[in-house]
């Protein structure tokens, strides 16, 4: 493997490979992981891209940043490509901060995904989507009061093809559903495809970890909307 926040694995990987275009997927995307020690996620957050960037201008490559929601507070919704950003914690200034930086290099696009949903392929491999503990988890506290647009991994890696392909230079790109959900109603909907009579606890986010809040009934109407929601482009969240 390569350990990306190692500048000379990460030097003679790139003069192996010799890429055309490079798609940044790495990151530590967990906000409270990045909350606890933000400095020991600096370098894979913000350093990373500044380096991938800074080399594809180099060799004339392109680089494809994938960026976060949560550049934005979500206190304002909806969100364009223009609007201006305004992070609401420490994982959101990072990919704030990462953003500001690829922007002053030339061969670049930053996609913005929402909240990603999906099943591993390889069980074995990498962490859990959310999705999957939701799927997995019999006693669950999930967040019930921070919306978010959701987007399907499969949906999420066309559209990043289509911009590997399509090489836009200088373009922010949103990748979302028009629909705005909870992590709680979310959980609610996997409860329901599994046929499960379990419900996650409905949870504040200033009380995720405190105390515990009553259990609340996901409407059947969010059941029947999800379903409708389709992945786009551009999209504002």
């Known amino acids: 493997g390569v350990d990306l926040t190692d500048r000379d694995d990460l030097a003679q990987a790139l003069k192996a490979f010799e890429p055309d275009v490079i798609v940044n997927l790495a990151g530590e995307n967990r906000p409270d992981v990045v909350a606890q020690d933000a400095s020991a996620h600096y370098n894979i957050n913000v350093f990373l891209p500044i380096l991938l960037a800074r080399y594809c201008d180099r060799i004339g490559a392109h680089y494809v940043h994938v960026s976060s929601q949560a ?4 206190l304002e919704p909806p969100y364009s490509w ?3 950003t305004g992070p609401a914690n420490a994982y959101g200034l990072q990919k704030e901060a990462a953003e500001r930086w690829v922007a002053k290099f030339r061969n670049w696009t930053i996609a913005r995904l929402t909240f990603v949903l999906g099943i591993r392929p390889l069980q074995g491999t990498g962490r859990k989507n959310p999705l999957e503990e939701m799927l997995s988890n019999p006693d669950q506290r999930q967040v019930n009061d921070r ?3 959701p987007l399907f991994a499969r949906d999420a890696a066309a559209i990043l ?3 590997v392909q399509e090489k836009p230079a200088h373009r922010i790109v949103h990748l979302g559903t028009p629909e705005r959900v909870t992590r709680y109603q979310l959980a609610g909907l996997a409860a329901g495809l599994l046929g499960a009579g379990r419900l996650a606890e409905a949870v504040p986010e200033c009380q995720l970890g405190r105390d515990r809040v009553r259990v609340e009934v996901l409407p059947k109407r969010f059941q029947i909307k999800f379903g409708l ?3 786009r482009r551009d999209a504002k969240f």
Do not use: H, I, K, Y
């Open 161 to 163: 093809w289509e911009l």
């Open 71 to 74: 550049v934005f507070s979500g």
């Open 82 to 84: 223009t609007s201006p």
């Open 147 to 149: 919306w978010f647009s």
């Open 229 to 231: 929601g389709e992945a």
